[in-house]
Structures are given as C-alpha cells and as structure tokens.
C-alpha cells in the first residue's frame, strides 16, 4: 500500500472513531488491540492486516466495506 493510502485509511478510522465519541482506548477495549498498534494505524505508519480491520470495524460497529468506503467521507 503507497504511504498515500495508509494515511488515507488511517484518517477514516480516526474520523469513524470520533464521530463514535470513542477514546482510542475506548476503542481497544472493544476489540482486544493493543492501543499503539490503533496509533499507528490512524497516523498511516502502518499497514492493518485483515484481521486487525475486521477487529476496528467490529469495535465501531461498522460493517468493514463501510468502513473502507472513503467516497462516504
């Protein structure tokens, strides 16, 4: 994934996060992740594997093609 993408994603997390009123904390107690894995996938530093996207999309209770929808920003 270019680096474009990956912040791309990890703006629509953070975005789908606080439009849920959640803490990144908040949000890992919902699905098991450690919070600095959450931090760095928001920042675009990392890339998520499947699981882990299915985890966040879980925890926000967003179905996971909703949550990679950027058209619905």
């Known amino acids: 994934m270019q680096q474009n ?35 760095r996938i928001e920042a675009g530093s990392v ?6 996207l299915l985890k966040i999309a879980k925890a926000l209770q967003i179905d996971l093609c909703k949550m990679l929808d950027f058209n619905d920003e």
Do not use: F, H, P
């Not at 996060?17 to 931090?39: H, M, Q």
């Not at 890339?47 to 882990?52: C, G, H, P, R, V």
């Open 5 to 39: 993408e990956l912040t791309k994603l990890g703006n629509r997390i953070k975005d789908l996060r606080k439009r849920k009123k959640l803490s990144i904390s908040a949000l890992c107690y919902r699905n098991g992740l450690e919070s600095s894995t959450v931090s």
């Open 47 to 52: 890339e998520a594997k499947y699981l882990t």
